[in-house]
């Protein structure tokens, strides 16, 4: 492979860079209803990063992943990782005066976000390799072990639906293509079927917009590497930065 062909390979998706900066951002907002109620508000906007996450995590995995093994991996360490950060910052939330022992129960019984993400890819990796058995008990261990403070059982189909949609729109599949995108469709309606009306269209706009744009175009441009570390440093030290604010204030 000449030089050129080298270069060409590890030009990096444009609308997908945008997509997890806007996601990134459109967390950090809803994460800083941590210091007070004046900053719930910044929930509404805040409802975008789950559906952007689900799609950048679910297009990456089916069309820019060798190893999806390595990939799954990467993710749970990342989860592992962020916990102790999560528990950290949700207690912050909850508990008006958290101790060492409440923050260690949130812990344990509340798992951060992206063992939602997890899930659901996970669940599309055994549905592809046709351990179908394997995909529905997975599904209900991941929506039972996610449903506190995360988005439970819709929020792990919805990934692994469009895991399998953009699996089958890179195979041009359109047919299964459509009936996945149906149903992570159907998951983000049910997923926000008590909130209000502003919330639900942000959430559910955020992912068809994120979707056909990343179908539509296809702008590309070399990227520093580094970039990465920010994206999995991100979420741990913004959550850490939030309490460590937080404390100082209360």
Known sequence: MDIAAQ??????????????????LSMALDHLKIMGPSYFVLETPGRAAYPLFAVALAYSYSYHTR???SYLLRLFALGVISQPFFALWLSGLLI?????????????????????LLG???????????????????F????????????????????????????????QNFHAASLYFSCALACSFVLLSTSNSSTRAIFVSSMLL?????????????????????????YPVHLFVYWLIWLSIV
């Open 140 to 171: 209900l261990l991941f929506g039972a072990i996610t449903h506190k403070f995360s988005y439970g059982a819709p929020g792990v189909l919805m990934v692994a639906a469009l895991a399998l949609f953009f699996n089958e729109t890179k195979s």
């Open 120 to 138: 659901g890819l996970f669940v599309a990796l055994l549905f592809q390799k046709k351990r179908y058995a394997l995909a529905v008990l997975s």
């Open 96 to 116: 008006k005066a958290p101790t060492w022992d409440t923050i260690l129960s949130v812990e344990m019984t509340s798992l951060n976000i992206l063992f939602n």
């Open 7 to 24: 270069n060409k390979n590890k030009k990096s998706n444009l609308v997908l860079e945008v997509i997890k900066i806007i996601a990134f």
């Open 67 to 69: 190893s999806k093994k």
């Open 210 to 234: 994120s979707v056909f744009s990343l179908l539509i175009f296809n702008a590309k441009m070399e990227l520093p590497e580094w970039r990465r570390w920010i994206y999995y440093c991100f």
